[in-house]
């Protein structure tokens, strides 16, 4: 285990619906990063959060929300999504310090759009 | 653009023989490079990383190394293991920017 934890693992979810993936880190880290990990693609950043403010916005769709209450949860809110939306969506968090650069990422939470 | 290049995108090695994995960076202000494992079902797990002031860093069967002239780093595993077989990722991060570019995975397949 790397101290990242993300709920819930698998999600269905028709176009229609809202939901939400949830990602708790219990290394003292603050800043927390949402990736897309498609098939055949690289790790897509989308969304950067350093002491909770968001500080990189990777042209990601509205229909995506992130939101970092504190330093230690990061939730994406998915809402009217499309097929093409179906991944692999990994949580990572580090410690901003100077020269410290090491990313931990969770298990990941495969979603289906259907 | 930003870019990292990973080959090759498969590899097939013989247990105990050795696997190299190579990546190409677009961005010379590139200034960390980490290599991860994923297994399947699992996030990607950090195995090594180096500093762009660094050109080898080895942590017993594993080891990095990156020509900054070249803008090359590879991975090499010696003396591999069935276990070993997972993809494998590399990255650069951006200095100055809370941006990781990956490589596209290599996938790995030790055979016993």
């Known amino acids: 285990e790397t101290g990242v934890t993300q709920t819930p693992r698998h999600l269905v979810m028709g176009m229609t619906n809202k939901k939400s993936l949830k990602c708790e880190q219990h290394?003292?880290?603050?800043?927390m990063y949402w990736y897309k990990q498609s098939a055949k693609k690289p790790l897509e950043l989308m969304f950067v959060y350093s002491l909770e403010e968001r500080v990189e916005n990777n042209s990601v769709p509205s229909r995506f929300s992130p939101e970092c209450p504190n330093s230690s949860h990061l939730f994406l809110h998915l809402h009217t999504l499309q097929p093409e939306d179906s991944a692999l969506y990994l949580c990572?968090?580090?410690?901003?310090?100077?020269?410290?650069?090491?990313?931990?990422f969770g298990p990941g939470t495969r979603l289906t759009v259907t | 653009g930003e870019n990292v290049e990973q080959h090759p995108s498969t590899l097939s090695v013989q247990e105990g023989d050795s696997a190299v994995i190579k990546c190409t960076y677009s961005d010379s202000a590139s200034n960390y490079f980490p290599w991860y494992k994923q297994e399947l079902g699992k996030g990607p797990q950090l195995i090594i990383d180096?500093?762009?002031?660094?050109g080898e860093k080895k942590d017993q069967r594993i080891a990095v190394t990156l020509n900054k002239t070249a803008k090359h780093f590879s991975l090499h595993i010696t003396e591999t293991q069935p276990e070993d077989s997972a993809v494998y990722f590399c990255a650069a991060r951006f200095s100055g920017t809370y941006k990781y570019i990956f490589g596209t995975g290599t996938r790995l397949k030790v055979l016993a």
């Open positions: 990572a968090s580090s410690k901003m310090a100077q020269g410290v650069y090491e990313q931990y």
């Open positions: 290394l003292g880290h603050n800043a």
């Open positions: 180096i500093r762009s002031n660094v």
